[in-house]
């Protein structure tokens, strides 16, 4: 997608100086996301270390941007050293760097099969091609989810009798939780760009705020009408017929189709099913989970540092961004990063193969 007229990727290998054995040497930049939306600032990353760090702070985020981080993260890694205790040691560091976006360990699996594979004088070049292909991938898949989106929205909107089509999403599912396009957001982008009357309903996302700094940003870089609303507008927006549609991304999917994403989205969900609003999640295939059933009881939800509940951050009046606590000093703080939505919930999955009900999720991939 394009930040002031320039198309950026979310993540892209760059070439640093060569190798005593003449082998070019890389190292992988990313949009820091912590900065946004106040700062836009590209960082380089040398090391897996470095690319660890950059996922369990967030300043790469989202589960399928965190798939291609793991697997740039795996390519440095066999930059470093090529050898199976290597690879094997790195592969586990990765893994646990964040726990329930499951694209992190389809890629760390996918990309350890490959070097595996090869000889060792290989696997360097090898690395760095299967990591660039999973990025491709996920462009191809996210445009395909995008159009599939598109085709809903536009059979939606035909017995839609407003001025604009309203659509409420969650988190941030866009073209910078992805390489590009985005998940919930690619069918918005399409519809956008198809000369449609999108407005989008973009819910802040407390308590790190993707939807008020991440989402916004991109829609606002796209020139898409969009509102910030607070988490706990949804349900009234519903019920007073201002949401026609509701979309949202997902970490993990069972196959069965329980919907496990942001904290929050179970809420929206309930919300929209009382309200007969349908709710969509836009689920690219490497965050299908296919081993599990039961989203309640096999998904590992993520608990972050309760700071993150405590305290907000933003951009004060002089130019200065600074966090400042909002809870009396000894309240305790809880912060699960991800709820389960399930099945009997969800009108439908957007996959890049078309859109299905979560009972026929398996069948579509067969
Ligand atoms: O904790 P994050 O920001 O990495 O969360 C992941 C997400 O961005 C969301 O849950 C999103 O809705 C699904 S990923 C496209």
Same mark, same amino acid.
């Given at each position: 997608? /394009?930040?002031?007229?320039?198309?950026?990727?979310?993540?892209?290998?760059?070439?640093?100086?060569?190798?005593?054995?003449?082998?070019?040497?890389?190292?992988?930049?990313?949009?820091?996301?912590?900065?946004?939306?106040?700062?836009?600032?590209?960082?380089?990353?040398?090391?897996?270390?470095?690319?660890?760090?950059?996922?369990?702070?967030?300043?790469? +985020?989202?589960?399928?941007?965190?798939?291609? #981080?793991?697997?740039y993260?795996m390519a440095l890694?066999v930059?470093?050293?090529?050898?199976?205790? !290597?690879?094997?040691?790195?592969?586990?560091?990765?893994? &646990?760097?964040?726990?329930?976006?499951?694209?992190?360990?389809?890629? =760390?699996?996918?990309?350890?099969?490959? =070097?595996?594979?090869?000889?060792?004088?290989?696997?360097?070049?090898?690395a760095w091609?299967?990591a660039?292909?999973?990025?491709?991938?996920?462009?191809?898949?996210?445009?395909?989810?995008?159009?599939?989106?598109?085709?809903?929205?536009? #059979?939606?909107?035909? &017995?839609?009798?407003? /001025?604009?089509?309203?659509?409420?999403?969650?988190?941030?599912?866009?073209?910078?939780?992805?390489?590009?396009?985005?998940?919930?957001?690619?069918?918005?982008?399409?519809?956008?760009?198809?000369?449609?009357?999108? !407005?989008?309903?973009?819910?802040? $996302?407390? @308590?790190?705020?993707?939807?008020?700094?991440?989402?916004?940003?991109?829609?606002?870089? !796209?020139?898409?009408?969009?509102?910030?609303?607070?988490?706990?507008?949804?349900?009234?927006?519903? &019920?007073?017929?201002?949401?026609?549609?509701?979309?949202?991304?997902?970490? +993990?999917?069972?196959?069965?189709?329980? =919907?496990?994403?942001?904290?929050?989205?179970?809420?929206?969900?309930?919300?929209?099913?009382?309200? &007969?609003?349908?709710?969509?999640?836009?689920?690219?295939?490497?965050?299908?989970?296919?081993?599990?059933?039961?989203?309640?009881?096999?998904?590992?939800?993520?608990?972050?540092?309760?700071?993150?509940?405590?305290?907000?951050?933003?951009?004060?009046?002089?130019?200065?961004?600074?966090?400042?606590?909002?809870?009396?000093? !000894?309240?305790?703080?809880?912060?699960?990063?991800?709820?389960?939505? @399930?099945?009997?919930?969800? $009108?439908?999955?957007?996959?890049?193969?078309?859109?299905? $009900? @979560?009972? /026929?999720? /398996?069948?579509?991939?067969?």
């Amino acid at each position: 997608m /394009k930040i002031d007229e320039k198309v950026y990727r979310t993540i892209w290998p760059i070439t640093g100086g060569v190798s005593p054995k003449n082998d070019a040497i890389f190292s992988v930049s990313i949009i820091d996301q912590t900065s946004l939306p106040h700062r836009f600032k590209v960082k380089e990353l040398g090391t897996l270390d470095e690319m660890i760090v950059a996922i369990k702070t967030m300043q790469v +985020r989202g589960a399928p941007l965190i798939g291609a #981080a793991a697997a740039y993260g795996m390519a440095l890694a066999v930059q470093e050293d090529a050898s199976n205790i !290597h690879i094997e040691k790195c592969a586990n560091a990765l893994l &646990q760097s964040r726990p329930t976006a499951v694209n992190l360990r389809w890629a =760390v699996n996918r990309m350890q099969k490959i =070097v595996a594979d090869l000889p060792l004088e290989a696997r360097n070049n090898g690395a760095w091609r299967e990591a660039a292909l999973i990025c491709d991938e996920d462009v191809q898949i996210n445009h395909a989810i995008g159009q599939h989106g598109l085709a809903l929205i536009q #059979a939606a909107s035909a &017995q839609n009798t407003h /001025k604009s089509f309203n659509i409420l999403t969650h988190c941030n599912a866009g073209w910078l939780a992805t390489v590009d396009w985005g998940t919930a957001l690619a069918p918005i982008y399409k519809a956008h760009d198809a000369g449609m009357n999108i !407005h989008v309903w973009v819910d802040e $996302t407390r @308590p790190r705020n993707q939807g008020a700094s991440l989402t916004a940003w991109e829609l606002g870089k !796209h020139g898409i009408p969009h509102t910030v609303i607070s988490d706990n507008a949804g349900g009234h927006l519903m &019920q007073h017929g201002q949401v026609d549609m509701v979309i949202v991304g997902a970490d +993990r999917v069972t196959s069965t189709g329980d =919907v496990c994403n942001k904290i929050g989205t179970y809420l929206k969900a309930l919300a929209a099913f009382d309200n &007969q609003v349908p709710f969509y999640a836009a689920v690219p295939s490497p965050t299908i989970d296919w081993t599990i059933q039961d989203g309640l009881s096999d998904i590992e939800i993520e608990m972050r540092d309760a700071d993150e509940v405590s305290y907000m951050t933003g951009l004060t009046g002089d130019g200065t961004i600074e966090s400042v606590r909002i809870t009396p000093a !000894h309240s305790h703080a809880l912060n699960p990063a991800f709820d389960v939505t @399930p099945a009997r919930l969800v $009108t439908g999955i957007i996959t890049e193969r078309g859109v299905t $009900t @979560p009972d /026929k999720l /398996k069948q579509l991939f067969e």
